[in-house]
């Protein structure tokens, strides 16, 4: 059976910017978390305070999270990679973090110069620190239906590090197909193969949608029983280490989907559709959201 509520969590402000070229001011990026906020979505993943050499859209990361309008009971996790990051968020009042790594060890040293172990290894003083300060923490593995520089991806690595990262303090882990390449018997049998040693009310889902296969791949994982699914505003994004990747599956879409099914978000379409119009003018383009061009106001 489907679940009845779903809790999106919008990385817009994050996964969609760090890929874009346009630099989008600070006051931008500020106003996208705020019209975000209204639109009633309970988690938006601000910014990232990851070294502004890798990712320079995101430089101002601190500058973002001070000016956001925090709503309660809304949370605004943040990319953090390390110590260093994470003294950096805390400065500016964080109180929830994403770690990130990937199931492919080829993909993670071109993204965070690191191996898998490496990168677990680093992050063990984030969440020792994390959990005395009251931190929540949510963990990312990317590449779990492919990889850009290897390939095939084994299950069994895409479950082992989706198990640590839960194992070390993680309260949600979310599987990343990082390019977009599954479908969706691939998301059904990836997802079965991390439930069963990862609580399923644990887990997320976050797609790109560079084949289209999203919004199935979401379906397909529903019906597994997860409830929380990572999108876009507008299908903004995708990751700068992932030659070829697109944007992630554009929030829109997957409201327009949920409710369709009778499934709750809490999401005000027509804001979000709003948002993304209002997203897609600052970069300089169309909707990436195929639902947002549909309810344009014309
Ligand atoms: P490194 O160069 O190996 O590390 O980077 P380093 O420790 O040698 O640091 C190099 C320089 O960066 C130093 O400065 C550090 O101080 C500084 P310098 O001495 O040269 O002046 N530095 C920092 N500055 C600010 N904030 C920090 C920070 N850390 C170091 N936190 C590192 C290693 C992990 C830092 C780097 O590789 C990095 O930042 N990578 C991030 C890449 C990234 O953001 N990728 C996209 C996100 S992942 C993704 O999109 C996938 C996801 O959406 C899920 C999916 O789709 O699958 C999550
Ligand atoms: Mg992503």
């Known amino acids: 059976a489907l679940p009845a509520r779903v809790r999106i969590v919008e990385v817009g402000p994050r996964d969609g910017l760090q890929n874009e070229k346009t630099m989008v001011s600070t006051a931008d990026k500020i106003e996208l978390v705020d019209r975000l906020t209204a639109t009633g979505l309970q988690s938006i993943e601000a910014t990232s305070f990851v070294s502004p050499k890798w990712i320079p859209q995101l430089a101002d990361a601190a500058e973002v999270f001070a000016?956001?309008?925090?709503?309660?009971?809304?949370?605004?996790?943040?990319?953090?990679?390390?110590?260093?990051?994470?003294?950096?968020?805390?400065?500016?009042?964080?109180?929830?973090?994403?770690?990130?790594?990937?199931?492919?060890?080829?993909?993670?040293?071109?993204?965070?110069?690191?191996?898998?172990?490496?990168?677990?290894?680093?992050?063990?003083?984030?969440?020792?620190?994390?959990?005395?300060?009251?931190?929540?923490?949510?963990?990312?593995?990317?590449?779990?239906?492919?990889?850009?520089?290897?390939?095939?991806?084994?299950?069994?690595?895409?479950?082992?590090?989706?198990?640590?990262?839960?194992?070390?303090?993680?309260?949600?882990?979310?599987?990343?197909?990082?390019?977009?390449?599954?479908?969706?018997?691939k998301a059904r049998a990836m997802l079965q193969a991390v439930a069963a040693e990862v609580p399923l009310d644990a887990l997320a889902v976050h797609f790109h949608d560079t084949y289209g296969q999203a919004l199935a791949n979401i379906l397909a994982c529903l019906e597994v029983g997860v409830s929380v699914v990572d999108s876009a505003v507008s299908g903004a994004g995708g990751c700068p280490y992932a030659k070829g990747a697109s944007g992630n599956v554009a929030s829109e879409d997957v409201v327009y989907m949920l409710h369709g099914l009778g499934i709750e978000t809490g999401v005000d379409l027509a804001r979000l559709v709003e948002t993304g119009h209002w997203l897609a003018g600052r970069l300089g383009r169309e909707t990436g959201s195929r639902a947002g061009r549909a309810l344009a106001v014309s």
């Open 67 to 185: 000016g956001i309008t925090r709503k309660p009971g809304v949370h605004y996790p943040v990319l953090v990679p390390n110590e260093k990051g994470y003294d950096r968020a805390r400065e500016v009042g964080v109180e929830e973090i994403a770690v990130f790594t990937a199931a492919s060890e080829a993909f993670n040293q071109r993204n965070i110069n690191a191996s898998i172990d490496e990168s677990l290894a680093r992050f063990a003083p984030v969440l020792a620190r994390a959990r005395a300060d009251g931190v929540r923490v949510r963990g990312y593995v990317s590449t779990v239906l492919g990889c850009p520089y290897q390939g095939e991806v084994p299950l069994a690595d895409v479950v082992r590090v989706a198990r640590e990262l839960h194992g070390m303090g993680c309260y949600e882990i979310s599987l990343g197909d990082t390019i977009g390449v599954g479908t969706p018997g």
